[in-house]
Nanobody, 112 residues
């Protein structure tokens, strides 16, 4: 199982980023895919989740600003992040939650 995140970077408050996660070695359509983040000194937390059938849920802190989507044919899940805030800073990980599989993470820094 391999999950590879991309798209992180440095962005100013109010800006946008799009994260992508490419999967291999799994039956992707069977995965409930989650995006998690971990800020320095804090526990990893769920940001957004999308089921194999496309049902989504979001952390209260990002609802209305972030959108999770998936393309089962391309075996990819994306996280569109708009109106970013400094508190969104952290390492973002994607996960196939059914398998307990994780990517290596991508850093997102929101700062002026």
């Amino acid at each position: 199982v391999q999950l590879v995140e991309s798209g992180g970077g440095l962005v100013q408050p109010g800006g946008s980023l799009r994260l992508s996660c490419a999967a291999s070695g799994i039956i992707f359509s069977a995965c409930s895919m989650g995006w998690y983040r971990q800020a320095p000194g804090k526990q990893r937390e769920l940001v957004a989740r999308i089921s194999g059938g496309g049902t989504t849920n979001y952390a209260d802190s990002v609802r209305g600003r972030f959108t999770i989507s998936r393309d089962n044919g391309k075996r990819m899940v994306a996280l569109q992040m708009n109106t970013l805030k400094p508190e969104d800073t952290g390492v973002y990980y994607c996960s196939c939650e059914n398998r307990g599989s994780w990517g290596q993470g991508t850093q997102v820094t929101v700062s002026s």
